[in-house]
């Protein structure tokens, strides 16, 4: 059974809703059996992600790292690529990020400071997703595995990095010093009190205009049409001209690229300092956003809110319920890539049957 | 004297490294010979680490923990091979997922059970014994044999000499049993194999089950064997390394099993380099020095070891022409 005898609404709508709330009940089945009651936690944490403007603010702070990693997967996703790497190309990203800014936090101002310190998370970014994105174009070797490796390459240098020459004198904590205040993004609350005191700061606006851009790129050049052309058949998009190990080098630049600015949200926008681990399974995330979010860019913007207040609300669930730590989100997260990745077209046979009972007219 | 050598101690540890990826990439050959990329070898060998060492903790007995590792294990390989083969859909998708599910999941019920940050309680007593071969203290005192007897060969828990014994049975069963050549035909060319009256997903099917057997004592080994203990995470990596010394062995067993002893090798010299001056350059940070495995894993499949072939319809669902 393929998707093709389905409706596109059937595919691009019923089905990852369906595939999303097996996932979700499968969840709320060990919830049930860790002795807590399913239905009054997803109450807690409904009421503390988004009944509130302050929830709902730190909900779309989370999303927007997570557009970024959402965007990063996908992006290679749509050249046939299954990048693992983008928590590593994020780390990264922090430091390509942290290095411009502590650099020249002092002398220049914040104008010219945030988009050179951006401009260092994609460099950086990107640079950890080339080798992984040569040797699978010149060399075979599987990106899958390339990148995992390179993610925990990227845990232990970056370790090094932090504790032998980021620390600041006389400081115990593995971090960078605190940023200047000019490379601090302006935050969103400033133009509406209402937010309170939520991090949620202008990345969210630079994150809903990198899925505009990414969307306009995919479907609407003709770049993006052998991207697709090179996702759908290599082979076919070789014949027509397109030169594959090209196309899988610029793909895993970009989608490094964007892993690394998913950096600018955590570390700008936020804490205002690079910590040991701070991406903290955003890339991995990333993931299933893409699988979720089928690599569209509504998809992903959806996919990212939800995971978002699973993070916010899931952190002031854990508070509540002590049987449910922010580590079932990891299951969750787990689950979410099962049933829309890897089982995506599940209900499709039930969903065809359903759709030949209806009447015509009605198709 | 000879044991103090640090080859010596090297040679020890690499002998007690290599049984988790050994078994993990047997695991592996089987599901990939029979053409299903198993990803999920980290997420086997986690879920069986957690349950080996919280059952063997409660019952007391390192055996039975083993055998309930073996269950969770074999569950999980038939799920990954519902959705592998059954659902035909994508398989790294399957393997990353249950991975992360996993990793999440044992960290919850190892809190929810035991209370100790996702931490299971050491098994004291109720770890494997090491087997001392008869005669050791006969020759534990003349020089190099002592040693070779007593501590390279001798003195391991049985899972050591399970592992070890493993490879050419392993071997066999690819090359020279029935099961094996049908396991073969099926992932070279499902289709011709089809044709000659083989039941493909069957087949597949039961490369899972031996896959999901095999993965569960690479998990039981870290619980029960190494640590004494379940820790969040604690296969770090170790299943994807087996499957890198799978692409070194080109997905034969022996080979695959030389490269299981290189990666223990490495881990061995990784431990013996901390903190140790070297001469020119001084002391390596230990950060770097983990580095070590992930990076030849890179080296290694850059092909620059070692030019390897996969079985053709590795990751390919089996879809029956008409």
Not at chain 1, 263 to 289: D, R
Not at chain 2, 167 to 181: A, E, M, T
Not at chain 2, 286 to 312: C, E, H, W
């Amino acid at each position: 059974m393929s998707t093709n005898d389905l409706p596109r609404w059937a595919t691009a709508v019923v089905l990852p809703v369906l595939n999303l709330l097996s996932a979700l009940l499968v969840a709320a089945l060990v919830i049930y059996l860790l002795g807590e009651n399913p239905l009054e936690s997803l109450g807690i944490l409904v009421n503390s992600a988004v009944m509130n403007p302050e929830g709902l603010g730190y909900t779309l702070f989370y999303a927007s790292t997570f557009i970024f990693t959402g965007l990063s997967v996908s992006i290679a996703m749509q050249a046939g690529l299954f990048n693992i790497g983008s928590e590593g190309q994020m780390y990264l990203g922090g430091l390509g990020l942290t290095t411009v800014i502590l650099a020249l936090d002092s002398s220049l101002p914040g104008w010219a400071i945030i988009p050179l310190a951006m401009l260092g998370s994609a460099l950086f970014g990107a640079a950890w997703a080339w080798l992984p994105a040569y040797l699978q174009a010149r060399r075979g070797s599987h990106i899958v595995v390339t990148t995992i490796m390179f993610n925990f390459i990227a845990a232990s240098l970056m370790n090094f990095i932090i504790v032998t020459y980021l620390i600041p004198s006389g400081q115990q904590n593995p971090a960078s010093r605190l940023f200047a205040e000019t490379a601090w993004l302006p935050r969103l609350s400033g133009w509406f009190p209402i937010l309170g005191d939520t991090p949620l700061n202008i990345s969210f606006l630079l994150a809903l205009l990198a899925l505009v851009i990414y969307g306009v790129t995919v479907w609407r050049s003709s770049w993006g049409y052998q991207l697709r052309a090179t996702g759908l058949n290599k082979h076919a998009a070789h014949y027509a001209g397109v030169s594959i190990t090209k196309m899988i080098v610029v793909a895993m630049l970009i989608s490094g690229a964007l892993a690394g600015l998913a950096s600018v949200n955590a570390l700008m926008g936020s804490t205002h300092y690079l910590a040991l681990n701070f991406p903290a399974g955003a890339g991995f995330i990333g993931i299933a956003i893409a699988l979720m979010g089928r690599q569209h860019p509504v998809g992903i913007l959806l996919s990212s809110i939800l995971f978002g207040a699973l993070i916010q609300g899931g952190f002031d669930l854990s508070l509540e319920k002590s049987n449910i730590p922010p580590e079932t989100f990891i299951f969750i997260q787990g689950l979410i890539i099962l049933f829309c990745g890897a089982m995506e077209n599940f209900y499709a046979p039930a969903i065809a049957a359903l759709i030949k009972r209806l009447p015509s007219r009605a198709r | 004297m000879f044991e103090d050598f640090h080859l010596a101690s090297i040679l020890v540890s690499t002998i007690r490294n290599a049984p988790v990826l050994i078994f993990a990439a047997m695991a592996g050959l089987f599901a990939e010979r029979s053409g299903v990329v198993d990803l999920a070898l980290e997420g086997k060998m986690l879920a069986s680490a957690f349950v080996s060492a919280s059952v063997a903790y409660v019952t007391q007995n390192p055996w039975l923990g083993i055998a309930a590792g073996v269950g969770i294990s074999v569950v999980i390989a038939l799920l990954q091979g519902y959705v592998s083969i059954t659902q035909k859909g994508n398989q790294l998708v399957a393997g990353i997922a249950i991975n992360i599910a996993v990793s999440g999941l044992s960290f919850v019920l190892a809190q929810f059970f035991f209370g100790q940050g996702g931490r299971t309680p050491d098994l004291g007593q109720a770890r494997l014994f090491d087997i001392i071969l008869p005669g050791t203290d006969a020759v534990a005192n003349i020089p190099f044999i002592g040693w070779f007897y007593g501590k390279l060969i001798g003195g391991h828990t049985a899972l050591v000499y399970l592992a070890f014994a493993l490879v050419p049975l392993v071997h066999w069963v690819i090359y020279h049993s029935r099961f094996g050549l049908r396991l073969r035909a099926v992932g070279e060319n499902p289709h011709a194999a089809d044709a000659a009256g083989v039941h493909v997903e069957r087949t597949r099917f039961l490369a899972m089950l031996c896959a999901g057997v095999l993965c569960s004592f690479s998990g039981a080994y870290l619980a029960i064997v190494q640590s004494g203990f379940f820790l969040r995470d604690m296969s770090a990596g170790n299943g994807f390394l087996a499957l890198t010394a799978l692409v070194f062995g080109n997905w034969r067993p022996l080979y695959t099993a030389m490269g299981c002893l290189m990666f223990g090798f490495f881990g061995a010299l990784q431990i013996q380099m901390e903190g140790v001056e070297l001469p020119g350059i001084g002391k390596i940070p230990g950060s770097l020095i983990q580095m070590i495995p992930y990076v030849v894993t890179v080296i290694v499949l850059a092909g620059f070891m070692a030019k390897s072939v996969a079985p053709r319809a590795i990751g390919i669902p089996f879809v029956k022409s008409r």
